[in-house]
């Protein structure tokens, strides 16, 4: 599936490994980074979404996403996320992927964009989710995208240079590969966040307090390939660290 992020929001929050590793699938340990990992509550514009390199569904390839997720390892090594949430705005979207097992929720979302000619542009995403689990849940958060590059940045990126995600198809972990160039990223200022959706996907009130990373990116071109079994994480072994 080949498909544009653009208008991308990152927001996230460092946590203790033992509070996301119950919320991961069986084998699959959490990703850590001087000794912590993240929850991410990220937003963005999904455009031209399709089968195949450059064939974008008609009316249903663009459409807002707000995502959370966390940061994991398998037994190879290999990096990605977990997705504990998505919610979009194309309820044949959600359909078409929940049979396929991938967990999207419809929901309503509105791409706040004072637009790239204001000199003090803010860019933020606003959800409700319209139907179960935890209808009615909301987010509302906005950002002051910054000039500063921060695509060297090493927390940077660890948090985005994902290559695919990991998820559990009958009880064996998977691994679904997604390639993308780098990420262009710039430091961004936190305007408001107003968040239930971290505390519906399980992490409690964590979105109470200010994210410890505030990113911004206008966004890459995406292509999923086909998932295949991860290696599970042997016993012993699920503690190895980005910065060791």
């Keep these: 599936m080949d498909q544009r992020w653009e208008r991308l929001v990152f927001l996230h929050w460092r946590v203790e490994p033992h509070i996301v590793a119950p919320l991961l699938p069986r084998g699959i340990a959490p990703d850590t980074y001087d000794g912590f990992t993240y929850v991410g509550l990220i ?19 663009t459409f807002g996403e707000i995502n959370v997720r966390l940061y994991s390892r398998d037994g190879d090594g290999r990096r990605g996320v977990v997705f504990r949430s998505l919610d979009a705005t194309r309820a044949a979207v959600v359909l078409a992927t929940n049979a396929a097992g991938v967990r999207y929720r419809w929901s309503h979302i509105d791409i706040l964009d004072s637009g790239v000619d204001d000199p003090e542009r803010t860019v ?7 139907a179960p689990p935890h209808r009615n849940a909301t987010t509302d958060f906005v950002v002051a995208p910054g000039t500063r590059d921060m695509s060297d940045d090493p927390l940077s990126v660890f948090l985005t240079a994902r290559w ?20 262009p990223l710039r430091d961004a200022t936190l305007v408001r966040c107003d968040d239930d959706l971290i505390a519906a996907a399980g992490l409690g009130a964590l979105a109470t307090r200010p994210p410890d990373s505030v990113l911004y990116s206008d966004g890459v071109r995406t292509q999923f390939g086909r998932p295949y079994l991860a290696t599970p994480v042997r016993p012993g072994r699920a503690e190895v660290d980005e910065r060791r």
């Design 43 to 61: 937003g963005f514009e999904m455009v031209g979404a399709g089968l195949g390199y450059g064939r974008p569904v008609p009316h249903l390839g």
């Design 124 to 130: 933020g995403y606003r959800s409700r989710r319209l």
């Design 164 to 183: 695919g995600m990991h998820t559990s198809v009958a009880g064996r972990p998977v691994f679904v590969p997604n390639t993308h160039r780098r990420w």
